[in-house]
């Protein structure tokens, strides 16, 4: 990713509602479901604060949202708006507060890095390492995601709505990710535990033979890493998969899948008759 | 204890000219990061890999400890040397801010910082067992760039380390109970230019650390140059990796200081892991061109005497021996020769502070031929 300008943001409080840009009338299925609840963030009553990413540094920025007083209703999280964003790296990193954030702009890499609480969405494109070792919330990009998206998240969820880079999920070690079009090569490679989604096709090496993640695929992989399979999805993952392709406001149905499994752990599961056995290497 | 550099000879002052000793704390020092802040060393000595597998973690917090007391940074996860959420003791501050003149002072806000213990968090490839929390308080984050052999041979993490680190649920062990293999290279890193962007965000995440990346020995040339592009903060060479002779690591040495020089690197701190090595050898390596060495030789050590002093007892694991003592009484002289020998060593080039009787040693390292 370019180098971009310091992070730098001016906080206001909520009074420029109108000053935002409007959304974009033609919505396909995945901005359907970015956006369910976006319009929330336009309307209701909820307090709402925004900050300019031009004035303050990426730590002064995360400083100045965890001021943001928490709703009382946890139902009704505290809308904070981010505007200015130009591809600064490092955005957002270790935030931990329980608010809803809106991101207006591209932003660089490693944006949300150990994010926790907060349910972030970004209008845009983000670079390299989106979700880095994120531990819960979500974080939502609307746009494209480079490379490793989500790599060596331990919670959480991560939804690209674009296409993301080589190595998603790399080193995954719990939590969520889908992407709703492509993935480049080696996606899920060094995975332990969690799920990747993948709604369109991937490139070279997907999966891992040492994983233990759930790589779900719609599309076609390039290619299989060594000592990995394609399988059906049992019962219990078509269920599992359904709520999440909900949740992340993707339509299709779950059986389009299949699911990307080490085979040693498809020959452990085969002998248990049905059941997962846990020690399959 | 093996002098391996013993061809070579700490020069004294030279006889009818004046001496005056050096300055008074001549082993402290400091790492510059880019944003001006500087990280205090307090000893050119640290622990780089501890075998805290080898101890319950309970045990393994309280060796930390007691090493990192004795002002040598000791390198740890928390997850290490913590089996639920208790307090750590390497991980707890010393000195809380503001109570004292000798915290530090943020360069950039000047607001002052607690004190912690000596730390160095492992930054490997893979992360895992990593957590947020370890760049807290740390002097040093080390990013590992190259892959490691665990004590059995293998590039690859054993199902018990990934047990301690990961934490897996009773009776699901992580990726089904095997070895899981290491990585070669960052996976969120597309270029050694944008390794660079890496390092900053570590900065960002470690706002007291110094960032340093770790190489093995065998390509040095190439790597060097390639690890010296990202800008990091100072370099850490394992040359335990390889079995050196004492020539042959002092060689090298010398050959990666020159080569950081060429680079214009020569002002960047060399931190390096020689395996064994005797008091006098970290003073003589540090008259190469070191501004760091590991003792893990002398720690390990204790290691094996906190496995050897445990209790019988299924139901009483506790040692026998008191760590703190036990670790005070092992480091005690070794450190204390370090100190005293690093106050004689004349400022200068190598062939100033070091000479030897072998032309094969002067050859190799620059030091002056003594005849």
């Known amino acids: 990713m370019m180098a971009k300008k310091q992070a730098s943001a001016k906080s206001t409080p909520a009074a420029r509602r109108g000053q935002l840009p409007l959304e974009p009338k033609t919505m396909t299925d995945s901005s359907v479901g970015f956006d369910r609840d976006s319009g929330m963030l336009l309307g209701g009553g909820a307090t709402r604060h925004e900050f300019l990413m031009n004035e303050l540094s990426a730590s002064e920025l995360v400083q100045a949202i965890a001021t943001v007083p928490p709703a009382l209703d946890e139902e009704e999280m505290t809308r904070v708006e981010i505007v200015g964003a130009e591809g600064q790296h490092g955005a957002m990193m270790r935030l931990d507060h329980p608010v809803k954030l809106r991101v207006r702009g591209t932003l660089g890499d490693y944006a949300f890095a150990f994010n926790a609480q907060a349910i972030a969405k970004v209008f845009g494109d983000v670079g390299h390492g989106v979700g880095d070792g994120m531990l819960s919330g979500s974080v939502r990009v609307r746009g494209n995601a480079g490379h490793a998206a989500g790599v060596g998240m331990i919670g959480g969820t991560l939804g690209v709505y674009g296409s993301a880079g080589d190595r998603v999920g790399a080193m995954l070690r719990g939590g969520g990710i889908f992407v709703r079009r492509n993935v480049g090569n080696d996606a899920g490679s060094g995975a332990i535990s969690g799920t990747i989604v993948i709604g369109g096709d991937a490139g070279e090496n997907l999966g891992d033979a040492r994983s233990d993640v759930s790589v779900f695929i719609r599309g076609q992989a390039a290619s299989l890493s060594a000592g990995v399979t394609e399988a059906p999805l049992r019962k219990k993952q078509e269920v599992q998969l359904g709520l999440l392709l909900i949740s992340a406001g993707i339509r299709g149905d779950a059986s389009e899948f299949r699911r990307v499994v080490p085979i040693a752990k498809l020959e452990a599961e085969k002998a248990a008759r049905g059941e997962v056995v846990p020690n399959w290497r | ?371």
């Not at chain 2, 740390?138 to 059995?152: E, F, K, M, N, W």
């Not at chain 2, 009773?170 to 960052?186: D, I, K, L, Q, R």
């Not at chain 2, 390639?226 to 990091?232: F, G, H, K, Y």
């Not at chain 2, 701190?269 to 008091?279: E, K, M, T, Y």
Request: glycine fraction near 6%; hydrophobic fraction near 45%.
């Open chain 2, 1 to 371: 204890m093996n002098h391996r550099l013993a061809p070579l000879q700490l020069l004294p002052p030279r006889a009818f000219t004046s001496w005056s000793p050096g300055q008074l704390n001549p082993v402290a020092s400091a790492i510059k990061r880019p944003d001006g802040a500087e990280v205090p060393v307090q000893m050119p000595l640290f622990w780089y890999q501890p075998a805290w597998i080898r101890l319950q973690p309970a045990l393994a917090d309280r060796l930390a400890a007691a090493v990192a007391g004795q002002d040598v940074m000791v390198s740890a996860l928390r997850r290490d040397l913590q089996t639920e959420d208790d307090p750590i003791e390497l991980m707890r501050v010393v000195e809380p801010a503001g109570e004292d003149d000798a915290s530090e002072t943020d360069a950039q806000t000047d607001v002052q910082r607690p004190i912690h213990l000596p730390r160095m968090t492992p930054y490997r490839i893979e992360r895992y067992g990593l957590l947020v929390e370890d760049f807290d308080g740390a002097q040093v984050i080390d990013v590992r760039l190259s892959p490691s052999r665990d004590g059995s041979g293998r590039l690859a993490y054993s199902p018990d380390q990934m047990s301690r680190w990961e934490r897996p649920a009773e009776n699901e062990p992580v990726s089904g109970g095997g070895y899981v293999a290491v990585s070669s290279f960052p996976p969120d890193v597309v270029s050694l230019k944008q390794l660079a962007v890496k390092l900053d965000q570590l900065r960002m995440l470690a706002p007291t650390a110094a960032v340093l990346v770790s190489i093995g020995p065998f390509h040095l040339e190439e790597e060097i140059s390639s690890a010296l592009v990202s800008q990091p903060d100072g370099l850490i060479i394992r040359f335990d990796e390889a079995r050196l002779s004492g020539l042959e690591l002092a060689g090298q040495v010398r050959r990666v200081r020159q080569l950081m020089d060429e680079h214009q690197a020569g002002d960047l701190p060399l931190w390096v892991v020689p395996g064994p090595i005797s008091a006098d050898d970290v003073v003589k390596l540090i008259a190469l061109g070191a501004n760091a060495v590991a003792v893990d030789s002398w720690c390990n050590a204790l290691v094996d005497q906190v496995v050897e002093s445990m209790s019988a007892s299924a139901y009483d694991r506790l040692p026998v021996v008191d760590i703190a003592a036990m670790t005070s009484a092992a480091l005690w002289y070794e450190i204390d020769r370090v100190v005293g020998l690093l106050s004689t060593l004349p400022a200068g080039d190598v062939a100033t502070r070091l000479g030897t009787f072998q032309p094969d040693w002067a050859n190799a390292c620059g030091a002056s031929l003594l005849r």
